[in-house]
């Protein structure tokens, strides 16, 4: 049995998101606020026209059509060369540029703020922390002052949009754990929510956190504290009771504050899953379908597909070491089995993810040019990142996904691959059984990432499958995908009983968790 037997059966729609919406929030103006921002204004080649592209990034993807469905403004730091030219005196454009539906409102950071802020406490001290990688750390006075600076900036661009009115306020992820609380000092008559789109470490590595109690005390300023989990509403709890010494509520999930209660709750994240099975079958899919099995499979046989950022957590090193394991003990795949991993480039000038991005070429050409012939080369490493039209024929194309997560919060590209299946027999998911999205399909076929025996094995195993057992996962891989209006509206109606003074009722996954 999966979180299908107790989660909504009937797949919701940017309808239904609005009507929770209105439910939840009948007389307040909705806010969601963001480090990444969803559109960037950049000028082409020529420096004679400012064009317009979206960023990669889960969140980003996720949120977007969220935002086009239910309205309100977006506050962002704006990132794009051309970001100040086309917004108004308070910082503001109409986005998506092609059908306007709601607000962009910038935020402006320097080079100190990038560096300190972003790439110094963001994503090389609470990224490797809430990764378990405690020894990538990077503890500096500097990045937390300028951390906690940001975030009150973040904060007053808030309480300046919103002045007077009432409003509901959806903070996303771990840049900024600190602004609810700064909002709050100043408007507790404001809902205030938060999202934390990665994990949340356990209290043993939680501890390395220096200005731990802060963090908890940022977070413990939300009315609803999101995470994907169970596990890690968990975990956040425990360093709660802990670093805090504060009463946790475990019944009710939830801790009791001066002026609001916090509950905690787990919501899995989705995607848009009509929009990646119509960009699979866009006209001209069948065209483009038959360049992509022509250009890596020339021979025929079979396809498999990968798309990471460059990043430690994702572990694209493991993933290699038994694709090379794989045509090493399986010699018959040679020529049959080809590989294209799409490798993003991601937080380029950490040493971390410049070393990285090193070594998965070396141990790329190295594969190569062991197993590969004159016409067939066994993976394809493609540094770029790809949009949605692109990305959905690619997983239409194979026959198998493989995702090698050692820690993540969901894990998008999972659902990606499964909303883009729409030919039968289908293809596998191979998916690690420390992304959280293994908790949430069923169908998919576990592996261990650490294990790279175990790991080539079962990808061999994963390629044999029978058309019918191959059919009879992916339908139930379909049946258990819920959609990202799913996870907006069930978000809206918890967090709506909160603002009622109700207690939130438990959300799918926290009921799933404790069926089970």
Known sequence: MSIEAVAPRRRLGPGDVGEALRRAFPDRRFLVVSNREPYEHSWDDRQAEIVVRRPAGGLVAALDPLMQAAGGVWIAWGSGEADAD?????QRV???????AYTLRRLWLDEQDIHH??????NQFLWPLCHLRPKLTRIRSRYWQ?????????????????????????FQDYHLALAPVQVRRRRSDLAISHFWHIPFPPLELFRVATNGADLLDGL??????GFHLPLFCDNFLRCVESVLNVPVDWD???????????FVRALPISIDIDAYAEAATAPGAEARLARIRSRYTPRGGKLGIGVDRIDYSKGLEEKLSALDMLWDRYPELREQFTYVQVAVPSRTGIEAYDWLREKLDRMVWSINDRYGTADWRPIHLLDESLPMERLALLYRAADMCVVSSLQDGMNLVAKEYVASQVDEPGGVLVLSRFAGAVEELDGSVEVNPYDPESFAATMHEALSLTAAERSDRLDRLQRSLRSIYDWMAETFDVWGAVMRGEDAPLSAADRWNRFR
């Open 86 to 90: 086309v917004v108004d005196e308070r």
């Open 94 to 100: 109409r986005v998506p540029p092609e059908e306007p």
């Open 117 to 122: 802020y972003y790439y110094g406490y963001a």
């Open 146 to 170: 300028r951390y906690e600076a940001v975030n009150q900036r973040f904060a007053d661009a808030v309480l300046d949009e919103v002045a007077g009115d009432r409003a509901a306020i959806w």
């Open 220 to 225: 413990l300023a939300n009315d609803l504290l």
């Open 252 to 262: 009710r999930r939830a801790v009791a504050r001066a002026d609001h209660t916090c």
